[in-house]
């Protein structure tokens, strides 16, 4: 009897190592728990270290996605109530908030643009009317791409785009090989043969392939004229010198080209994340933030609303898109082709116009269901924007009550769309001749099959295990403890804060969702703005914009991932384009929020909402009304001619707690030293003052 060989299983010969990093994942999911239990053991009882435990936990999992991002929101309803950090009924009612609507009505007028094809009719109007260079190609696809992120899922939006990219690219590519066999061929002695136009040699090449009793069109003698100028163009193809310079030719337009492919598809993603910034419903962290505000700041308005985003997104948003257009064409294209010295030939232009429109006449006729769509989203941005236009009263403010919201404008254009026809009425007055179909009402727009299957369930719960969160540090103490332990930041100037914390969430977002890290960063930026005395819509604001700046790596961003699965592009690429890209945007952001969104949030002020109803010693004076005198403007203190301190003195030596030691100079909450004595102030040389420095007299 032949006895069988045992065969070794496909893992006995891995290495233990190997074996271990096959289950990172499984480990993560269990020994995160296990691990952290020394933050309950060592505080028992404490709300806040049971909340601490529950969001280093998510941290984790979310940063690693050991486990799907909507589950670990849930997680929250889980241990929260175990814990006794909030009772299950103060942790569910922040799965469906304002915000959660606002992005849920949002989503559905999305959904059904997406339906009847109303973006892509958009997007292949606006692309025909662009130029024909492939600088301005790229600058049409940028401009269309970030348009509709605005009002549009990120996401969607880039997967929509980058087939249309792709089918440019083969036309431009499949013209580009025919110009390269046709073009100037060399001959005789390396002398340049004049151009031929392509067109017309393809055509004679055809021609000629017919036979002898087919060729009816012309005379004689044009047949033989073009018999003469085909011989003339094949001779010249078979001579020596050609293959030698058509090759050194194809090389270099070859690596031009896949340039240009790189600028293409990567504009399409970065255009994506930077249009997301452009609205209040954009992009999640968008909604993060005003969620969170509103778990945080309950029952105060913090002036956050679709008006309000507009005012600092959008033109921060141009000059992001500008700037980043310029820098993939300076990367991929080169200075000449950036800055119009070099270009294209006309067939190649003509090519790409011609896909574009084959691809817009496939839509046919706009439909009666795109016309009800688009009248229902100029309807829904109008009545956004007009609510609350901040610089005249809008119609929010004839109401009698302030109950109506963002989220209440989305919903009811939502529900509209699930009432109005997909087509013309077709019965009683309203019945046509030539219709074809039986009377009786046609399919609404938007039908809760559709949008079920589409609507992105899981973020929705992401927001509300976010609002959780949110709600949860507050309620257990734990920002309290947070703040405390930031209290070392109120020595930094507010515009390094808010610097040194972008960066930290650009780099955060590069590895980790866009969503997850504004959500981690908001009740920390809160609980910093109560211990500094900045005004948290400062350090917010720039924080969450900050989070879409995810241009690095396929894995930062869902549409850098698509882009990448297309091909043609390297991480070394996405890295070397990435960088620049968040250097500038971050510029951008930096530069926008210190100037018109100072001005427009008044973010020169601690307002009364921050503290939460807590007591503070925080002022709600304006930083420019607190020594307006001699030009000193400062928060307590003085910033002219060096002068600059909290409640003090640093510049010249001069450093104390609310005074100045340096140099002899001591005193309780002001100066005795050198006769320099007064209540809270300085009264020799005329300073007097009740409690700072405000009042001049001498």
């Not at 401009?143 to 087939?163: E, I, Q, Y």
Request: charged share 15%.
């Amino acid at each position: 009897m032949s006895s069988e060989i045992e065969k070794p299983s496909p893992g006995a010969s891995m290495p233990w190592f190997r074996q271990i990093w096959a289950i990172k994942d499984t480990l993560i999911l269990v020994f995160t728990p296990l691990v952290l239990l020394p933050i309950l053991i060592c505080f028992p009882g404490s709300p806040s270290a049971a909340c601490a435990y529950t969001i280093i936990i998510m941290a984790i999992y979310w940063m690693t996605e050991v486990l799907n991002m909507a589950v670990t929101a849930l997680i929250p309803v889980v241990l929260f109530p175990w814990l006794g950090v909030m009772s299950s009924k103060q942790v569910c009612t922040n799965y469906l908030k304002d915000a959660n609507m606002l992005f849920f009505g949002g989503l559905l007028v999305a959904i059904a643009v997406e339906k009847w094809n109303l973006h892509k009719r958009v997007a292949l109007r606006v692309l025909m009317l662009v130029g024909s260079k492939p600088l301005w190609i790229v600058f049409g696809f940028m401009a269309v791409t970030a348009f509709l992120s605005m009002w549009l899922n990120n996401t969607a939006t880039t997967a929509m785009m980058m087939p249309i990219a792709q089918a440019v690219l083969k036309e431009l590519d499949e013209n580009r090989k025919k110009q390269l066999d046709l073009q100037q061929v060399v001959i005789d002695n390396g002398k340049t043969a004049p151009s031929v136009n392509v067109s017309e040699v393809v055509e004679l090449k055809e021609f000629r392939k017919l036979e002898d009793g087919e060729r009816v069109n012309g005379t004689n003698g044009t047949v033989q004229k073009e018999d003469e100028q085909l011989e003339k163009i094949e001779a010249a193809e078979t001579d020596p010198l050609h293959g030698a310079i058509s090759s050194a030719d194809r090389v270099a337009s070859d690596r031009q080209f896949m340039s240009f492919r790189k600028a293409l598809k990567l504009c399409i993603p970065y255009a994506s994340s930077i249009g997301g910034t452009g609205t209040l419903i954009g992009s999640g962290p968008n909604i993060v933030l005003k969620g969170q505000l509103e778990a945080m700041y309950k029952g105060v308005e913090t002036g956050i609303n679709f008006t309000s985003w507009l005012v600092i997104g959008f033109p921060a948003m141009v000059i992001d898109l500008i700037g980043a257009w310029i820098i993939l064409l300076l990367i991929f294209l080169g200075p000449k082709e950036t800055f119009g010295c070099g270009g294209k030939g006309k067939k190649q232009d003509d090519s790409a116009n011609q896909v574009i429109r084959a691809e817009y006449a496939k839509l046919g006729r706009i439909t009666f269901a795109e016309v009800v769509v688009l009248v229902n989203f100029i309807i829904l941005a109008f009545l956004w924007l007009s609510r609350e236009p901040e610089f005249i009263p809008g119609w929010g403010d004839v109401l009698p009550h302030n109950f109506v919201t963002d989220a209440s404008v989305a919903i009811t254009i939502s529900v509209l769309l699930f009432i109005f026809p997909s087509e013309f009425p077709n019965y009683l007055c309203f019945r046509r001749k030539a219709a074809s179909r039986p009377p009786g009402p046609a399919p609404a727009i938007l039908d809760w099959p559709t949008a079920n299957k589409q609507m992105p369930w899981s973020v929705i719960i992401l927001l509300g295990g976010g609002f959780a969160l949110a709600d949860a540090c507050k309620e257990s103490g734990l920002s309290a403890v947070i703040g405390e332990a930031l209290s070392s930041f109120r020595y930094l100037p507010p515009w390094a804060i808010v610097t040194i914390m972008c960066l930290i969430a650009t780099v955060i977002t590069s590895f980790t969702s866009n969503m997850a890290t504004t959500t981690i960063f908001i009740p920390i930026l809160a609980e910093m703005a109560a211990t500094t005395c900045i005004n948290p819509i400062y350090l917010m604001l720039p924080v969450t914009l900050a989070a879409s700046w995810a241009f690095i790596l396929p894995v930062s961003t869902p549409p850098n991932a698509i882009a990448h699965s297309y091909g043609d592009l390297a991480i070394s690429d996405m890295m070397k384009a990435g960088l620049a890209m968040c250097a500038l945007c971050n510029a951008v952001l930096l530069f926008s929020i210190n100037t018109w969104g100072y001005s427009f949030f008044d973010l020169g002020t601690f307002p009364a909402w921050a503290t939460g109803g807590k007591p503070s010693n925080c002022t709600t004076l304006p930083l420019n009304e607190t020594m307006s005198a001699l030009g000193y403007t400062a928060d307590l203190g003085l910033s002219t001619l060096g002068y600059t301190a909290d409640l003090g003195l640093s510049t010249l030596g001069y450093t104390a707690d609310l005074g100045l030691s340096t140099l002899g100079y001591t005193a309780d909450l002001g100066l005795s030293t050198l006769g320099y004595t007064a209540d809270s102030g300085l009264s020799t040389l005329g300073f007097t003052t009740g409690s700072g420095f405000l009042n001049v007299t001498a």
